[in-house]
């Protein structure tokens, strides 16, 4: 069998989990890593090699896919359109409110290469997004609510680390069971950031560190915390590094809605994630969107898509006919 | 706006389901009703009129969609490919071992005649082989399950109903809360027939039936209760209607996999659905997919397609700009 060639671009959390998550896609292959740093200081779990990320475009004939792996405010604004222009690719671009911009470059250089590029892929954006249009494309008459957690905030706990006097956090994202309960019951609340998301965090302080001063710090910054109720707990490097090592993560997609001809019939679909590791679950996600960037573009499609743009049994390493016969 | 012409074939619960369900897209309206029954002795809940199904070739320029809302026993397999000669086509047909048998019957007609054909649409299968196939391609390392119920299974009542001595029934299907609980925790048990679902059925007795003779013939009954634990409850007439009148369901997809280089983090992707009432939530589901199967068919495509073969944003209302900018 031929297998899809994979080139990883980036190699933080996401990239590493990109390279364990190929030995599960047999039909899958990695080629290597390609990083700003210093290829040479890099040494990778497979044994991959490392490129320099300046080098990539001397690949072009050895890679079916690229999996872009950096991060979304100053990477993949970049590289996207970059390696659209080289390579199908995908990545997992998750500031919301810049999808329709960075979708527009990655388009331009996709179709002029006839390359796919799928953008915001992963799990919100990227299955979360694809349950918020299946169930309101369903249930017209209805409201759809997102909880994210319990789990690790990486921004959040980026944000606690860079106050003056501490030395590590980890913020964990909660939503407010009663509220999750409610919109369960079909109930169609209507819910202020407060109501949804509770924010629970473990800090670590330097030496001499004020704690009541960072702990105030910490409840009212904007943006980030002002707007929920927020529990600080303090404790020791050890503890943090004992007791929140991992990256959990996960949430749920609640639409709730009515029907018949005096919306008298209420129903409830729910798509819920338990992720014991969000960059391996990302990874995933990002993989099974690899093989459809092959297999589209291999067919003669090009251009930039996400998700919602890509006919399911492109995912599946089964045959459509296999399909048929042991899922539908 | 130019509206996407409905055309509905067969009355009965979907039928009428899906005539509710219009009045929720407003990009679609109904042209009418194609029964075998005598036109004249159906008034439709909307007005819609009535014409005899043997006349719908009559209507091929009027009707964009014909809704196939027959039965999977006798009706969609001759029906489907039938349709599929002259119109777009979504229909539900649930017989599992037969659907590549259907769709080939089907693809041979919709071919020759140009038409886009969606078989096997609704929610199992239709949403749960979705889920089923998008949760595998994600965790290829894993394991997949489906739980039905509570809700009420029509087979399962009707075979009741055909005992001699009972005069109504109605049987619930109910997933085994320990079972459910077991796969989210993400132990991948094996489970028996008897392990996943219970069966508990209300039966209204004929004058003078043996209620024992029926409670053990019910609980013997081999395909439909024998393989479960069974519970039956003897009720008035009265009591089934007051307390048992409604045809709710629904159910889960729950797959639980492992990633990382030695397996160690454990995820669960859950697909839950609450539904008051089956045929409305089903008829929701077609709806849906007429909207794709319309513009699939305006774009040049043609053949026999299942659930995973349709890009989910032909399934929106929403332009694709629009879902960029707000759903993804």
């Given amino acids: 069998m031929e297998k899809i060639r994979i080139g990883i671009a980036g190699y933080g959390n996401i990239g590493k989990s990109v390279e364990a998550g190929i030995r599960q896609n047999d039909d899958m292959e990695l080629v290597g890593v390609f990083s700003r740093r210093d290829p040479g200081a890099i040494k990778t ?36 359109p970059l390696f659209a222009a080289l390579f199908n690719t995908v990545d997992g671009f998750d500031t919301h409110a810049k999808i329709p911009e960075h979708f527009k470059k990655v388009q331009q250089q996709a179709v002029a ?25 369903i249930l017209p008459e209805g409201h759809s609510y997102t909880f994210w957690g319990k789990g690790v905030s990486q921004g959040h706990s980026d944000a606690i680390r860079r106050i003056a006097g501490v030395k590590d956090a980890k913020q964990y994202t909660i939503p407010v069971a009663e509220a999750v309960a409610a919109v369960q019951r079909g109930e169609a609340p209507d819910l202020t950031t407060r109501e949804k998301h509770q924010r629970e965090c473990f800090v670590v302080l330097e030496e001499g560190a004020d704690q009541e001063c960072i702990e105030q ?39 709730s809605g009515l029907t018949g001809w005096n919306s008298e019939h209420k129903h409830t679909i ?18 099974a969107f690899a093989r459809a960037a092959y297999r589209l573009n291999r067919e003669g499609v090009s251009g930039a898509k996400t998700v919602v743009d890509i006919p399911p049994v492109y995912l599946s390493r089964r045959s459509a006919e296999e399909i048929r016969q042991t899922m539908i």
């Fill in 45 to 80: 779990a497979s044994g991959a090699p490392v490129f320099p990320l300046s080098e990539a475009a001397a690949k072009v004939g050895e890679i079916d896919v690229m999996i872009l792996c950096g991060g979304s405010l100053s990477d993949l604004p970049e590289q996207g």
């Fill in 217 to 255: 710090e910490i409840k009212t910054m904007p943006n980030y915390f002002s707007d929920y109720d927020t529990t600080v707990h303090f404790i020791s490097q050890q503890e943090l590094d004992r007791e929140h090592g991992g990256l959990p993560h996960g949430g749920r997609v609640i639409r």
């Fill in 113 to 137: 290469a006839g390359k796919v590029c799928i953008i915001s892929s992963g799990w919100d954006p990227g299955m979360f997004s694809l349950n918020r249009l299946y169930a309101e494309a």
């Fill in 270 to 287: 729910e798509y819920k994630l338990t992720l014991e590791s969000n960059p391996d679950f990302t990874a995933s996600v990002l993989l």
